[in-house]
């Protein structure tokens, strides 16, 4: 926020919140909470609205990053994957499909953030992205 960097400052809040904090919880209650229950559809649910999130952000982040954008698409995809199976509309053998998916998407979160800090210290491209 210090930079004017609004765009960062949005995605990484909202989206901590909506696809890491939420989800964790509900499945660390049990644990946390015995005798709590959650019935895991709704957490299905729950992805399911978070996929079509990130499919939404797509359109802006096209215009800011192109592979941001194809990484949110993607994110849609593995996430909804990963809804429908927890509310029982999809078989669990699809789990695996998502599970290479979030591969890539762990890949790409991994190499951009590098690629910046190696540029900047550089002062020139050395780690291209589009």
Do not use: C, E, H
């Not at 209650?29 to 709704?42: E, F, Q, S, Y």
């Not at 079509?52 to 909804?80: D, E, N, Q, R």
């Not at 900047?120 to 491209?125: E, L, P, Q, T, V």
């Amino acid at each position: 926020l210090r930079r004017g960097d609004m765009w960062n400052a949005i995605q990484t809040g909202a989206f901590g919140v909506l696809f890491g904090l939420v989800p964790g919880i509900a499945l660390l209650l049990p644990a946390v909470a015995p005798g709590v229950t959650i019935d895991l559809r709704l957490l299905g649910w729950y992805l399911m609205y978070v996929a079509l999130v990130f499919l939404l952000m797509a359109i802006p982040a096209y215009k800011v990053l192109k592979s941001l954008a194809f990484t949110y698409v993607i994110v849609f995809v593995a996430v909804g994957i990963v809804g429908t199976v927890t509310a029982g509309y999809l078989p669990p053998a699809l789990l695996k499909v998502a599970g290479w998916l979030y591969l890539y998407i762990g890949l790409w979160f991994l190499y951009v953030p590098m690629a910046l800090i190696v540029n900047a210290i550089f002062g020139k491209i050395v780690l291209p992205i589009k």
